[in-house]
Structure formats: C-alpha cells, structure tokens
C-alpha cells in the first residue's frame, strides 16, 4: 500500500490561503485516486475534495467548491490542495486518502490508506 504524509497545515487568518501537500511513498501514486477529508472538533470526518488517478476527474463538497482546488502531480508523488478564502468553519485537521476511484472517495469508500493528518486553524 501507499503511505501518506500530510504537511502544510497551520495558522491562517479568515479570508486566507493554504496549501497542504500530501506525499506518497511505496507505489506510484498514478495507479490511486486521492482524497482529501476533515475532521472538526467534535464531528465526523467528512469529505472535502477528490482527484482521479490521471488527474481529469474532480470532485469537491458543496461547503468548499469555488475556494478548494486539488490537483497532483504524479511526477513527484504528491497530491495538493489549495485552500482559498478560508473561513473559520474550515478549521480542521485534513487528512489525505488514496483509494480505487474519485467517485468512490466522494462517500468515503473504496479507501486503501489514509495519512495522520495535518491541523488547519482558520481565526477570525
């Protein structure tokens, strides 16, 4: 299985930009679809944004559509994503996932590996 490692999380003021980076090590990132999912103090993981393996399938929440984009580039193993206009509601650790299909990411299925996470803390 591919491993992950999440970075690039941090401290960011409402209305403001990040960029988490999730490395991949073990196998070719190519061959997974990747996602990225939250988890808020107190709720349930839930899903935030997925790529296909060759990048052309995208899928996003409703919550963050227009200000989340993820892309990847398989060259260096590493999927992103950008996070703009962010709001205190995004506060959250993110944690990447690969799995078999951006479809099946979108409701949390078909998942093969998960990374630990990285802390995004939106003040306001």
Do not use: H
């Amino acid at each position: 299985q591919v491993q992950l490692v999440e970075s690039g999380g941090g401290l960011v003021q409402a209305g403001g930009s990040l960029r988490l980076s999730c490395a991949a090590s073990g196998r070719t990132l190519m061959s997974y679809a990747m996602g990225w999912f939250r988890q808020a103090p107190e709720k349930e993981r839930e899903f935030v944004a997925a790529i296909s393996g060759d990048g052309i399938v995208e899928y996003y929440a409703d919550s963050v559509k227009g200000r989340f984009t993820i892309s990847r580039d398989n060259a260096k193993n590493t999927v992103y994503l950008q996070m703009n206009t962010l709001k205190p509601e995004d506060t959250a650790v993110y944690y990447c996932a690969s799995g078999q299909t951006a479809r099946a990411l979108k409701v949390a299925g078909g998942i093969y590996s998960w990374g630990k996470g990285t802390l995004v803390t939106v003040s306001s």
